[in-house]
């Protein structure tokens, strides 16, 4: 997690990035940003306020374009020589204009800082920091004159947070630098045009990656494998999918025996589920296969819980919430309506 109550910023360069899509160009600046001290701290809010999650990134340095690894390249000119900062800044500007092609992705205020002191999971390092700011709000301002006050209406920068927002970290150069990417998506198209098209940059395979990547096995399994290979009820998926839930949340690591063991004991079931692993990991073989054992990590099982909620969903009446005690739920037939139902029994009603 990113933490900025030590940080400092060294320096920052503003340019107006436009849509390409409506040939609006881009404004450059020359020179650094003129930072006063109380402007300082809400800049350092801005830029760090939105970063939550543990999920990080590298930066590729290969690909199709030859200029692949222009962020890259800049990045580590930067951290080489941070006068070189407003240079690589408008090189940035550039770059990302050429990446604002699609219509959907709106022009915009384009910062990049150079920080200090920038403290992620404990460790303290120099970084980068690219933000992108499109969203303009209308606010109005009190001003005293000669026989009262007047007010007006401006047009500014929310001081919330960006509306796309990357750290760059100086460590692990070598393998693309620790990255941390957030942002408020309007549509997966501008989502990847920040972080594929700019950035050119792919999650880092590290535990929070390696247990989404579990948890997505293991309710695409329940959900789409399961019942085209055996006979089950939606009762059924809803209890394994709890019992995978707490798997996650009661273990410090994944063995996918111990999992398969645990939560799907049926031999048979178990030998499906192994089948199924392959396959996923096969088709997916961009993102790497999953470990046989690897640390579990909290943060991932907290943000991908969600993900397997067990939920039957009946018609369009009704939804039964499935937290556990698959015994204490059945579901049946009815020959005079014709209808199937669910039986659910409790000890007590709250």
Not at 260 to 271: C, F, G, H, L, Y
Request: hydrophobic share 40%; aromatic share 12%; proline share 3%.
């Amino acid at each position: 997690m990113v933490t900025g109550n030590n940080t400092a910023l060294q320096a920052v360069v503003a340019h107006h990035v436009g849509s390409k899509a409506a040939d609006e160009g881009v404004r450059l600046s020359a020179a650094p940003l003129s930072v006063s001290s109380d402007a300082e701290e809400l800049l350092l809010s801005f830029f760090l306020s939105s970063f939550k999650a543990q999920l990080y990134y590298t930066l590729q340095r290969e690909g199709d374009a030859p200029e692949a690894s222009a962020v890259y390249d800049s990045v580590c000119a930067i951290f080489d020589n941070p006068g070189t900062l407003p240079e690589q800044s408008a090189a940035l500007a550039r770059r990302l204009y050429e990446q604002t092609a699609d219509a959907k992705v709106k022009g915009g205020d384009f910062f990049v800082a150079y920080l200090t002191d920038c403290m992620v999971d404990g460790n303290t390092f120099d970084a980068v920091g690219l933000f992108k700011a499109e969203t303009q709000e209308r606010f109005l301002k009190l001003q005293p004159c000669d026989d009262g006050f007047r007010i007006t209406a401006h047009s500014g920068l929310s001081a919330a947070k960006p509306d796309r927002a990357c750290l760059i970290f100086n460590t692990e150069r070598e393998s693309g630098f620790l990255v941390a990417i957030t942002g408020s998506s309007r549509s997966l198209s501008e989502e990847l045009q920040w972080t594929d098209g700019f950035l050119n940059a792919v999650q880092r395979k590290d535990d929070f990656f390696r247990t989404q990547q579990a948890i997505a096995l293991c309710k695409n399994f329940v959900t789409q494998r399961l019942p085209e290979a055996f006979e089950v009820t939606k009762a059924d998926q809803a209890d394994l999918l709890n019992k995978s839930v707490q798997f996650f949340k009661e273990n410090g690591s994944f063995s996918v025996d111990e999992f398969a063991q645990e939560v799907i004991s049926d031999p048979e079931v178990v030998e499906s589920f192994k089948r199924y692993k392959h396959e996923f990991d096969r088709d997916g073989d961009a993102n790497g296969e999953i470990p046989e054992q690897f640390d579990i990590s909290e943060a991932a099982v907290k943000s991908q819980a969600r993900a397997l909620k067990s939920v039957i969903k009946l018609d369009k009446n009704f939804h039964i919430y499935v937290h556990g005690k698959r015994e204490y739920i059945s579901r049946g037939y009815d020959e005079k309506t014709g209808l199937h139902f669910y039986q659910l029994f409790f000890k007590e009603e709250n």
